[in-house]
């Protein structure tokens, strides 16, 4: 038996940014051999720097947000403009078992690597593309960025203060439609196991975050009724909020389900006068009065520190978490005892710390490998290994800038 789930799977990784990177490092965690296949003159937007803080860092190998979405991966450099380099491509294509690209709707196609001509060269070729709308349709043509998907699948309209704009959350989108991209393609890999078909996955991202509101979706069409964004309530829990703790910036989130957790709650506040209030006796009445709730307990909890008070409550039997910030994530003593963060080194950034893979699995563990790779790090022994060409085609390609 593999001790990696994936080992012995190839993946030419045609995806950049974030979304399909993620993915695919998702597989290298379980094993996958993944090749991801740039350009010089197609530079990754996270080699550059970070959409979010506006960064430039100092060249292409230098960005430790490349880092956190390609490790275990090894790059190439191929001009898929250039008709050599797209046979070039096709060539990957032929020694691998899935092939992930995320860039605009028919860009592959244009270049000749489509489904219909990679299935040439690998019949049962398992090729997913993952763009903001799908392949097809009236807003296939659309880009795919994550406020986009985000607002058109719906969440964004969900997510945010009852009245306060929608919130797009951004890049995490990406990751939400890259955790379900690698979900599709594990599903492909079983098929094409049990048939020996490959197949072509059109992924809509938008689509994905719809999946994710099903509820609110099925709301609509059951009773005409559009939910809306609430802020931290829920809808049937009260108190279910966000509340000030003592120090700068500091809160902690409590939410209480049913009549038992909200009397150990009162117990723990000492059973103020406020709490016997009638009209707070049963979980509808808490919910009808909730911000009257919601104010008394702000007066509560802003005395108390917030991970002293989680324990307080936890221990009485009421869910109750401080907002951490990334600084305590980091320290956190759950975190820590199920290393979630490692160092790996990188050849430009020294020792960086990196979150390990989302799972635990004792017979074939997820791991990381090594750092993401410089730009075009691997080209010599990808273009000798998987496609079979000698030193001599190599340095040529090099100095025509096929291979660039």
């Not at 090894?74 to 992930?100: C, H, M, Y």
Request: with cysteine; glycine share 8%; net charge negative.
């Amino acid at each position: 038996m593999n001790n990696e789930a994936l080992k012995g799977i190839k993946i030419a990784d045609f995806s950049w940014v974030w979304a399909g990177p993620y993915s695919t490092l998702l597989l290298s965690f379980l094993g996958a051999d993944v090749v991801k296949i740039e350009s010089k003159k197609r530079i990754d937007q996270t080699r550059q720097g970070s959409m979010t803080l506006g960064e430039d860092y100092e060249g292409y190998d230098a960005s430790p947000v490349f880092n956190n979405a390609n490790l275990n991966k090894k790059s190439v450099t191929l001009d898929l403009k250039n008709p050599q380099g797209s046979e070039l491509a096709k060539r990957l294509v032929a020694s691998s078992d899935i092939v992930f690209e995320n860039m605009r709707a028919g860009v592959m196609d244009k270049l000749g690597l489509g489904y219909e001509d990679l299935k040439k060269v690998k019949p049962d070729i398992i090729m997913i593309s993952c763009s903001g709308f799908g392949a097809k349709g009236p807003y296939g043509h659309f880009a795919g960025y994550a406020p986009i998907f985000a607002s058109f699948g719906g969440l964004a309209h969900l997510t945010g203060y009852e009245d306060g704009e929608p919130n797009t959350m951004s890049g995490v989108m990406d990751l939400r439609v890259g955790t379900m991209a690698a979900s599709a393609v594990l599903a492909a890999l079983i098929h094409r196991d049990k048939t020996g078909e490959g197949q072509y996955i059109d992924l809509s991202s938008s689509e994905c975050i719809s999946s994710l509101v099903g509820g609110e979706l099925l709301q609509y069409a059951m009773n005409g009724t559009s939910p809306s964004r609430c802020g931290n309530q829920d809808e049937i829990m009260a108190p279910h909020q966000v509340y000030r703790c003592d120090g700068d910036d500091k809160w902690i989130s409590i939410a209480v389900a049913n009549d038992e957790e909200w009397d150990s709650l009162c117990n723990v506040m000492g059973n103020p006068d406020w709490t016997k209030n009638e009209a707070y006796a049963d979980q509808a009445g808490r919910f009808a009065n909730r911000r009257e709730i919601d104010s008394h307990m702000s007066e509560w909890t802003i005395h108390y520190n917030s991970m002293d008070l989680m324990h307080t409550l936890q221990e009485a039997g009421v869910a109750a978490m401080p907002s951490f910030s990334s600084e305590e994530i980091l320290a956190d003593p759950h975190i820590k005892a199920r290393e979630k963060l490692v160092e790996v080194e990188h050849p430009y950034l020294g020792k960086k710390v990196v979150v390990t893979p989302p799972w635990k699995m004792s017979g074939t563990p997820a791991v990381i490998h090594k750092a993401s790779p410089l730009l075009g790090e691997n080209n010599k022994e990808v273009f000798k290994e998987w496609v079979g060409l000698t030193e001599e085609e190599i340095e040529t390609y090099i100095q025509e800038e096929v291979i660039y």
